[in-house]
């Protein structure tokens, strides 16, 4: 009874993380907004002017509440391939949407003088610090993700021994 | 787990063949067109170019031209998307080749597991280059009007089609490495449990 306490532990510590770091990535790009003036042009920034920032926060809130749900469901079920498969596919929809949105962040930051885009950084500064902290927190997010999917693996097939 | 009963161990001579039997060609077939898949959203997007004359202004009788050139390489998303398609096609193109000659090497032991997780960090590359190349492409298409980009799709037609032709051949790529992870995965268990009964046996 114990044993099986303990063997929950290390995929709980990383479903919380998972957990702080969608919560904090959807809520930092929903909450970021800055107006700035252009040549007599009003000029507001918040994630809604931007598809791949929707697309970002969406997806962030479903995986918050995803994790949120699966924190209670231990790490060694019968249902062992099924959560495994739910991972993975989460797994690929965070990563996309950090990467979506690190494409469009490069973009707001450089600018494509190919193209006649000017960077807007300059303009919305506070809105790109915060754009930046929440694309940290969707990286991590992503990444823990991957971390947590690998450990699912883990559980399911032994892939340290390589004696089967 | 409850798909032991779908592989049943060797037993002598004269034995039924099993689902895994009749299915043996799935795998490599869906490796093959995952394959062409991304070799296909690679070479398109790779050799994606157009130069276009549009003309600025008119003085008088002469018009002053501009050239606009759209080149795959001016935006890091769609080099983005080059290397990763072109690290995945090379990925499938190798995981065919090794299920050919997986007899004539020693890899019984430690191929799954490496054929598992490569497929798994393939799979996330390609679906973040994707995502990435589809949401820029939407850019141009569309333009942001808030930050002040026009669209460039007006202006440069047929770099914009093949770029939308890379992308869907791309996601149809992606699709088709998320079918053979799961199956990957799923053989990797099924695999485990049979070699484990077949060392069981006295």
């Given amino acids: 009874m114990g044993l099986d306490y303990r063997g929950r532990i290390p995929m709980l510590v990383l479903r919380l993380v998972a957990l702080a770091a969608t919560v904090s990535a959807t809520l930092i790009m929903g909450t970021s907004h800055e107006s700035a003036e252009y040549f007599g042009i009003k000029f507001e920034a918040n994630y809604k002017k931007s598809p791949a920032f929707k697309y970002f926060v969406i997806m962030n809130a479903i995986a918050s509440g995803y994790t949120f749900i699966l924190s209670f469901v231990p790490a060694k079920t019968s249902y062992g391939h099924f959560v495994l498969v739910l991972d993975l596919v989460m797994t690929l929809l965070l990563d996309s949407s950090i990467s979506a949105c690190l494409a469009i962040g490069q973009l707001g930051k450089n600018g494509n003088s190919n193209a006649g885009w000017l960077p807007i950084c300059s303009r919305v500064p506070k809105f790109c610090d915060n754009v930046t902290a929440a694309l940290v927190a969707g990286f991590v997010a992503s990444i823990t993700y991957l971390i947590i999917v690998i450990y699912s693996l883990h559980n399911l097939i032994n892939l340290l021994t390589l004696k089967s | ?202």
């Fill in chain 2, 1 to 202: 787990m409850g798909s032991e009963g779908v592989e049943r161990p060797e037993v002598g001579s004269g034995h039924k063949p099993t689902l895994s039997t009749r299915a043996k060609w799935v795998l490599p077939l869906l490796r093959l067109l995952a394959f062409l898949a991304t070799l296909a959203a690679t070479l398109v997007m790779a050799l994606n170019k157009e130069t276009r004359k549009v003309i600025v202004a008119t003085i008088g009788t002469t018009s002053i031209e501009a050239t606009v050139k759209a080149r795959f390489q001016h935006t890091p998303a769609f080099v983005f998307f080059v290397i990763v398609n072109g690290n995945a096609s090379l990925h499938n193109l190798l995981m065919l080749v090794v299920y050919f000659i997986r007899h004539k090497f020693g890899l019984k032991r430690h191929a799954p597991r490496a054929i598992a997780i490569l497929d798994l960090l393939n799979v996330a590359l390609v679906s973040g280059g994707e995502t990435a190349a589809v949401f820029m492409g939407q850019l141009g298409r569309d333009g942001n009007s808030h930050a002040r980009w026009n669209k460039i799709c007006d202006k440069v037609e047929s770099f914009c089609d093949r770029g939308r032709a890379a992308m869907i051949a791309s996601l149809a790529g992606l699709l088709l490495m998320i079918i053979i992870t799961i199956i990957s995965i799923i053989r990797l268990g099924n695999k485990n449990t049979k070699l484990v009964s077949s060392t069981n046996v006295p």
